[in-house]
């Protein structure tokens, strides 16, 4: 089918192209006039925090919402006239922006006389909304208006920031992008020497990653999809699609060099590499997909969006490339640069290497577990929790704001939690009993202040705040909860009819990463499994698709202790840009395992593909190795050094979720090039011997057939009479 399809593509390529492009075109017509839905939604089914929300918007519409605040200092003092007169016409303006939505509670009214930094210089106004405490996408149009009153009031005679989540930057893609890209396209010029050749891997990638997102645009308003998606999805669409045509072009430059015509060097092309492209992508995507099994809506929209646009990206390397071959021809060479011609493949330093690692393989592969070892270490170490805005960066009001609260009211101000007491079946909450709740909650340790319980309306339940004296995202306020909801509030509340339910943003975040973490083994068991099977499939062998799922979960870990050490640690972290060391977000292990683990394989699936290629050819499996390695080292260096530049090029922008994930996957992918591929692969299947091939009767026989590199001989072309001995050529 492949051959059928490349041999299309090249003879219609005007028509090939001309459907990219109106691909491209409309499908971006169609996003930019629609817009983007994008929002985020981290609650866990279930949970206790979720049951507190949901008691809030039932009970008190007004509190139940979205909320932020307004966050002002004044050197002259807050009660001052003229800072008084401006921050309360700024109020006015905010509450006129949406009176039916929008509930502000000034420190200038007797509700708000506790919002007044004790030394009177720092003040803040609280702004609820009636709906989106985890869907903001409906507020966009609210909150932009409320940012803009809030800068008209800033100046010289008061400061005014913005405090909360809802209030933060709107997010951006990272301008360092186009370093990724630059450093991407310098690779290729080194590796292809030609710029024309450079140019095809680019230009393949950028239609499928511009229609992929575009797609991914428009189906955010039918799915929940976090508003970071795109950019995700961009990262990595970009470093796979890259790859996936550099494969594709290497293989087409090697047949013309054996002497075959540009359409059939196309058609081979597609029916090897493209073939190795196709399986490989498809493991990125069963790996993406796998986050189906997490359960969650958020989840799913990233799953979807990133898996979307990897397709995308596989469905032009193997339509849109050949099509485009077929106009470059012999010319994809042209406009060239000096460079040495490549030396046979026993010629080059990576078989030497790899004989030199056969000679001694018990130090090699030791010394690789070693440095693996050591850099998973600190994953025991690993705290699961959301971030605060404090990790966001000072040019961001959010965070200005949340260093004013704590400057004026202690940093557990920037994160309280909120205690929704309701009474049993229907009935009123009793006021007495919610008072003593508050008095125990108040003379706990950890806690900086407790406001008296408020009724709802009807009186069916009550509102309780607590401010820890401990900061959001820091341990001590985890700690607090756990104490809150194990020991303090079942003893307040131990002969009631009453029940409590704790939320908040930490409370949130604890109820997550607990569900995160009970569905997380479901998740890499269910990926690993199927890795496993469809490895077999390909390589007819056990050990070498066990030892592949293994040598990826070390990479994983490896990964996983690096972020720990800089973003939790805080070792380096300065270097990078990080404001604030703190927890890791609890949703990056699992995005990191099915993005890194799909990538892995990729790099498996090519490099072992030619050993097994060359181990049926010879017999001999330390040749095999050592030839496999050799003849794959070139292209899989470049595809590597490419998608560590357009990773690393994402750490350099300013939100923390898009640093995580690119200094996670550039670690990743540099281990997996280097130590895994370099030290342990050649090692242990040096170790293994002829075992590494072993697979028992009975099972070969009942698996089915699935060959990556598919044939070097294609079926035959009526009109080419003398395309076989060609064929047999290239090889």
């Known amino acids: 089918m492949l051959e059928r399809l490349a041999r299309f593509c090249y003879r219609r390529r005007w028509f090939v192209l001309a459907f990219w492009v109106l691909l491209l075109v409309g499908v971006n017509v169609v996003a930019s006039s629609l817009g983007s839905a994008f929002h985020t939604d981290f609650n866990s089914p279930d949970s206790e925090s979720k049951k507190a929300e949901q008691l809030l918007q039932r009970e008190f519409p007004s509190q139940g919402g979205a909320a932020g605040s307004i966050v002002w200092e004044a050197k002259a003092g807050i009660n001052d006239p003229a800072v008084r007169a401006d921050v309360s016409d700024l109020l006015t303006q905010i509450k006129a922006v949406d009176p039916q939505s929008i509930t502000v509670v000034s420190p200038y009214t007797p509700a708000g006389e506790r919002q007044i930094s004790a030394d009177g210089t720092i003040a803040y106004a609280t702004v609820n909304f009636s709906q989106g405490r985890n869907d903001v996408g409906p507020l966009t149009d609210q909150i932009r208006d409320l940012r803009a009153a809030a800068q008209s009031k800033a100046g010289d005679v008061v400061t005014v920031e913005l405090g909360g989540g809802i209030f933060q930057d709107p997010f951006q893609p990272p301008a360092s992008e186009a370093l990724g890209l630059l450093a991407a396209m310098i690779i290729l010029l080194i590796a292809f020497g030609s710029l024309l050749a450079m140019g095809l891997p680019i230009l393949t990638a950028l239609f499928g990653i511009g229609s992929g997102i575009a797609i991914v645009t428009i189906l955010s ?264 909801r194990n020991e303090v509030v079942p003893a307040a509340t131990a002969g009631t009819s009453d029940t409590a339910f704790i939320g908040g943003f930490t409370a949130s975040g604890e109820d997550f990463a607990a569900f995160i973490g009970s569905r997380l083994p479901i998740f890499i068991g269910g990926v690993l499994l199927l890795s496993f099977l469809l490895l077999m499939i390909v390589f007819r062998s056990v050990l070498v698709p066990l030892k592949a799922v293994i040598m990826n979960l070390l990479s994983i870990g490896a990964a996983y202790g690096v972020i720990v050490a800089v973003f939790q640690f805080g070792w380096g972290a300065s270097l990078i840009g990080v404001a604030k060391a703190g927890p890791i977000e609890p949703w990056v292990p699992m995005m990191l395992f099915a993005i890194v683990f799909g990538l892995s394989m990729d790099y498996e699936v090519f490099l072992l593909s030619r050993v097994q290629e060359e181990y049926h050819r010879t017999g001999d499996n330390g040749l095999a190795v050592a030839d496999g390695l050799a003849a794959t080292a070139r292209v899989i260096t470049a595809a590597a050094a490419i998608m560590v530049f357009v990773f690393g090029s994402f750490v350099l922008g300013d939100q923390p979720q898009i640093k995580v994930f690119g200094l996670g996957l550039a670690v990743a992918v540099l281990i997996d090039a280097t130590i895994v591929r370099l030290l342990l692969v050649p090692a242990t299947m040096e170790l293994l011997g002829d075992k590494n091939w072993w697979i028992p009767r009975w099972l070969d026989r009942i698996l089915p057939r699935l060959n990556v590199e598919g044939t070097s001989v294609p079926l035959g072309d009526p009109d080419r009479p003398d395309e076989r001995e060609l064929v047999g050529a290239g090889r």
């Open 221 to 484: 308003h039918v799915m929940g999809m976090p508003d970071f998606t795109t950019q995700l999805a961009a990262m990595i669409g970009l470093g796979v699609g890259i790859d996936y045509a550099l494969f594709i072009v290497t293989r087409y430059r090697e047949n013309l060099e054996a002497g075959m015509e540009p359409e059939q060097a196309v058609v081979v092309s597609i029916n090897t590499a493209g073939r190795a492209v196709l399986f490989a992508g498809t493991t990125v995507v069963i790996s993406l997909l796998g986050m189906f099994l997490m359960g969650l809506s958020f989840v799913r929209g990233l799953a979807t969006g990133a898996s979307l646009t990897v397709f995308m990206t596989m469905l032009a390397s193997v339509t849109l490339l050949p099509a485009v071959l077929g106009f470059v021809g012999r010319n994809i060479d042209k406009f060239g640069l000096p460079h040495k011609k490549n030396r046979r493949h026993r010629e080059t330093i990576w078989y030497r290497w790899s004989r030199a690692i056969q000679h001694r393989p018990w130090p090699a592969a030791l010394s690789g577990l070693t440095i693996l070892l050591l850099l998973a270490a600190p994953v025991l170490s690993m705290r699961l929790a959301f971030n605060d805005e404090g990790s966001l960066p000072t040019s961001d009001t959010a965070r200005r704001g949340y260093d004013l609260l704590s400057k004026g009211f202690g940093p557990g101000f920037n994160g309280p939690f909120f205690i929704a007491v309701e009474g049993q079946n229907g009935a009123k909450v009793d006021m007495a009993a919610a008072q003593k709740l508050s008095s125990a909650l108040g003379s706990s340790a950890g806690v900086a202040a407790v406001t008296p319980p408020v009724a709802s309306p009807n009186g069916n339940a009550a509102l309780i705040r607590l401010y820890p004296t401990s900061a959001p995202q820091d341990a001590e306020t985890a700690q607090l909860l756990h104490q809150l």
